[in-house]
């Protein structure tokens, strides 16, 4: 199983970025995928979530509006695309597949949004 996150860097406050998420390994199209991060010093939290077939997707509140989820299945692919992006934002971004209790992360991949 291998989640190889890519498309991070360093912004400007106000710009944006496309994370994409390849994954392999596994069924993907039977997982449900998701986005989490993690600051410097702060406990890892969830920013968007989509299921299995893309057809449902959440947001965590403080990145609502702004970012959007999404999968091709095809492609084994997950996207974040993140606009208005904020110093707040900066972390490192992992994505995760799930299924029946089956978790499966990332390496993750750094964000830093700075002037």
């Known amino acids: 199983v291998q989640l190889v996150e890519s498309g991070g860097g360093l912004v400007q406050p106000g710009g944006s970025l496309r994370l994409s998420c390849a994954a392999s390994g596994f069924t993907f199209s039977t997982y449900g995928m998701s986005w989490y991060r993690q600051a410097p010093g702060k406990e890892r939290e969830l920013v968007a979530v989509?299921?299995?077939?893309?057809?449902?997707?959440g947001y965590a509140d403080s990145v609502k509006g702004r970012f959007t989820i999404s999968r091709d299945n095809a492609k084994n692919t997950v996207l974040l695309q993140m606009n208005s992006l904020k110093p707040e934002d900066t972390a490192v971004y992992y994505c995760k597949a799930y299924w029946r209790g089956y978790n499966y992360w990332g390496q993750g991949i750094q964000v830093t949004v700075s002037s």
């Open positions: 989509i299921s299995s077939t893309g057809g449902s997707a």
